[in-house]
T-cell receptor, first 115, second 114 residues
Framework: NAGVMQNPRHLVRRRGQEARLRCSPM?????VYWYRQLPEEGLKFMVY????????ESGMPKERFSAEFPKEGPSILRIQQVVRGDSAAYFC?????????????FGSGTRLTVV | KQEVTQIPAALSVPEGENLVLNCSFT??????LQWFRQDPGKGLTSLLL???SQREQTSGRLNASLDKSSGRSTLYIAASQPGDSATYLC?????????????WGAGTKLIIKP
């Protein structure tokens, strides 16, 4: 079991470009969470997805950000028209269940730099 | 609204010393509290998860305590080693209707000097 796989590890985009971040959950995990870590800050919840459904996107900016978790393939976090303030580490986590006792398994993150 | 604070933001100690990292939370009605380790440029590793009914959890040289009434948790690291250098994060779950999300502290960056 390879764990939660995120790619790319590092991503550099110019202002106005699109960023696509991918997350493959652990085998058998159907719950995916995305968190963002701004420099010198704690992680902040963005979105929670199950296969083909967005369950909770309360932490995601209303504009330019979108997420999906298709029936086949990885979960994608898409940021359109990136700005410097989007520079951060984006972490994906997966879980087999949604009760806190079981915890998440985190990926290594994607570090987005907008230049 | 739950807020999680970690003090100090950074700590540097000589190798071999015992040390304590602090985590405080504003709403004592927590389900559990989890400590993570984050190495530079890498992901998050879960260290200890302490349930609300527990007072402490131990794993090797690590011991986490929880005092819900005072809204505090500590992570005790015994006989520190250079390999313990990392950022340590604490988090508590915020239960939503159909899932939960983690509320995080900003972390304590720990440097163990050889």
């Amino acid at each position: 079991n390879a764990g939660v796989m995120q790619n790319p590890r590092h991503l550099v985009r110019r202002r106005g470009q699109e960023a696509r971040l991918r997350c493959s959950p652990m085998k058998g995990h159907s719950h995916v969470y995305w968190y963002r870590q701004l420099p010198e800050e704690g992680l902040k919840f963005m979105v929670y997805l199950q296969k083909e459904n967005i369950i909770d996107e309360s932490g995601m900016p209303k504009e330019r950000f979108s997420a999906e978790f298709p029936k086949e393939g990885p979960s994608i976090l898409r940021i359109q028209q990136v700005v410097r303030g989007d520079s951060a580490a984006y972490f994906c986590a997966s879980a087999a269940r949604t009760t806190p006792n079981y915890g998440y398994t985190f990926g290594s993150g994607t570090r987005l730099t907008v230049v | 609204k739950q807020e999680v604070t970690q003090i100090p933001a950074a700590l540097s100690v000589p190798e071999g010393e015992n040390l304590v990292l602090n985590c405080s939370f504003t709403d004592s009605a927590i389900y559990n509290l989890q400590w993570f380790r984050q190495d530079p440029g890498k992901g998050l590793t879960s260290l200890l998860l302490i349930q609300s009914s527990q007072r402490e959890q131990t794993s090797g040289r690590l011991n986490a305590s929880l005092d819900k009434s005072s809204g505090r948790s500590t992570l005790y690291i015994a006989a520190s080693q250079p390999g313990d250098s990392a950022t340590y994060l604490c988090a508590v779950p915020l239960l939503m209707d159909s899932n939960y999300q983690l509320i995080w502290g900003a972390g304590t960056k720990l440097i163990i000097k050889p």
